[in-house]
């Protein structure tokens, strides 16, 4: 099947994130990580999965924490620093990329071309490539240099699509939201998941 980057940054979120990496491992997707370090840190507090840095080892620490069914499949993290990796180039097959949650930072790096790290340098390819990339922020109240930079990745072709759940389904659980968010966010990156509830409309 395909490759797809998920790029994970330190903005509140890894409940999302956990999904999307799961949905897409479940239909036969490879999930290629790169997570910053204050990713790692909210991914810690929030799911508490903690990640060394190390990613041989943080392959297999997700491999056994997520729900990967028995998806075909797999997840591979790479190190931020390693600009040399296969995601870092314009060459590489890749269907599209998702960064989720997208921090106020990391966004305000990507509008402005930084590469500073492999998470932004895959999504500077992905703009340049052309190719699908979805920045998923939660951040509130929006200043005015998050909406410009917001903005700024629009005009340049990425979809910005804030984690903003919406309770026309009468979500019953806080997983019902996660999956909600998971679910446009596959749905958005052309991947089959059961995640999505389609609206059918309203009888008057
Ligand atoms: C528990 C926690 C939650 C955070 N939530 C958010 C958030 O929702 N949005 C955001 O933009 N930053 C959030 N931050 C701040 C970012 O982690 C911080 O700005 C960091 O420098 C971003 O670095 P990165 O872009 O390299 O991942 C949070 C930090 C912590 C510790």
Request: proline share 4%; net charge negative.
């Amino acid at each position: 099947m395909a490759n797809y980057v998920v790029g994970i940054s330190g903005g509140s979120g890894a409940p999302y994130t956990k999904r999307v990496i799961e949905g897409l491992v479940q239909a036969g997707h490879d999930a290629k990580l790169v997570i910053t370090d204050a990713g790692r840190r909210v991914f810690e507090i929030e799911l508490g999965i903690s990640l060394t840095g190390n990613p041989a080892s943080d392959t297999t620490t997700l491999n056994e924490s997520l729900d990967l069914g028995s998806g075909a499949g797999s997840v591979e993290l790479f190190e931020q620093r390693n600009v040399a990796a296969t995601i870092a180039s314009g060459s590489y097959e890749c269907a599209g990329m998702v960064v989720l949650p997208c921090s106020m930072g990391t966004l305000a790096r990507i509008a402005a071309g930084v590469s500073s790290n492999l998470l932004e340098r895959a999504a500077d390819v992905a703009i340049k490539e052309r190719r699908t990339l979805i920045l998923v922020p939660r951040e509130t109240p929006l200043s005015l240099i998050h909406l410009r930079n917001m903005t700024a990745v629009t005009e340049a072709g990425a979809i910005v699509m804030p984690a903003m759940p919406g309770f026309y389904h009468h979500p019953e659980k806080v997983q019902d939201l996660v999956d909600m968010i998971a679910g446009r966010v596959l749905d958005k990156l052309g991947v089959d998941s059961t995640l999505l509830r389609r609206w059918r409309g309203v009888e008057n």
